[in-house]
Nanobody
Framework: QVQLVESGGGLVQPGGSLRLSCAASGSVFSIRSMRWYRQAPGKQRDLVASISSGGSTNYTDSVKGRFTISRDNAKNTVYLQMNSLKPEDTAVYYC????????????????WGQGTQVTVSS
């Protein structure tokens, strides 16, 4: 069993900052990709940022220069530091992790967090 627990969402004024965390626990033997997605009301879930096992990062254009994704491999945790927040960043944010949850047989599976609401409003 694997659990992903997200934290850090909330209400913030435009221009403010938030830091999201997502910790994986349980049968976690190795982690490859860690990502953050977001879904605004009435819209599809979109990829925001990703980080590989080697630390390579990618961002969607709308958050480049404002958001930073990072990971702590010792804690099986991924973070999303969000600065200069805008109203259009308002959404439910979901973490995604591709991890090995079984050694024999070796098995890699995708896991999702429960989502955390981020609201940017004055």
């Amino acid at each position: 069993q694997v659990q992903l627990v997200e934290s850090g969402g909330g209400l913030v004024q435009p221009g403010g900052s938030l830091r999201l965390s997502c910790a994986a626990s349980g049968s976690v033997f190795s982690i490859r990709s860690m990502r953050w997605y977001r879904q605004a009301p009435g819209k599809q879930r979109d990829l925001v940022a990703s980080i590989s096992s080697g630390g390579s990062t990618n961002y969607t254009d709308s958050v480049k220069g404002r958001f930073t994704i990072s990971r702590d491999n010792a804690k099986n945790t991924v973070y999303l530091q969000m600065n200069s927040l805008k109203p259009e960043d308002t959404a439910v944010y979901y973490c995604y992790v591709l991890l090995m949850d079984s050694v024999w047989p070796q098995r890699w599976n995708e896991h999702w967090g429960q989502g955390t609401q981020v609201t940017v409003s004055s």
